[in-house]
């Protein structure tokens, strides 16, 4: 099983998940997005799925319904959960495995970066908004 990757910046759960679906390193990932997204407090589901195309993954963004719903079990998805008090600006998870890689796992227990945790869980701890689909 691959190792989880932990996110560095408060709102760079996009980063760890655009690195664990290319298989690289955060820091690594950081340098490949460019300076501007590193710092960034948003990751756009449009941007992420450019920059995941950028390295040949074909990915494409489709906002969940319910007929999209069964969608997001597949390897390799990367979600975009709602906003909630725990995820004021969603949080993004990926598919793997059969589990959710979560790039932050321990933020409902501990809200600081310094502290971040990641890991996998069974479930979405949120409703997704936006799927990325590997085709």
């Known amino acids: 099983m691959r190792k989880s990757i932990t996110q560095e910046f408060d709102y760079g759960c996009g980063i760890a998940c655009f690195a664990f679906a290319l298989g690289v390193k955060y820091q690594e990932a950081t340098l490949l997005l460019g300076e501007e997204q590193a710092n960034s407090q948003r990751f756009w589901v449009k941007d992420l799925v450019r920059e995941l195309n950028k390295f040949e993954l074909d990915y ?76």
Not at 78 to 99: A, E
């Open 60 to 135: 494409e963004a489709k906002y969940v319904k319910p007929h999209i719903s069964r969608l997001i079990y597949k390897e390799g998805v990367i979600v975009l959960i709602r906003r909630s008090k725990i995820y004021p600006v969603g949080h993004y998870l990926i598919r793997y495995n059969n589990l959710w890689m979560g790039p932050w796992i321990n933020l409902p227990y501990n809200n600081n970066i310094l502290n971040a945790k990641s890991g996998f869980r069974k479930r979405l701890p949120g409703k997704p908004m936006y799927a990325l689909i590997p085709r």
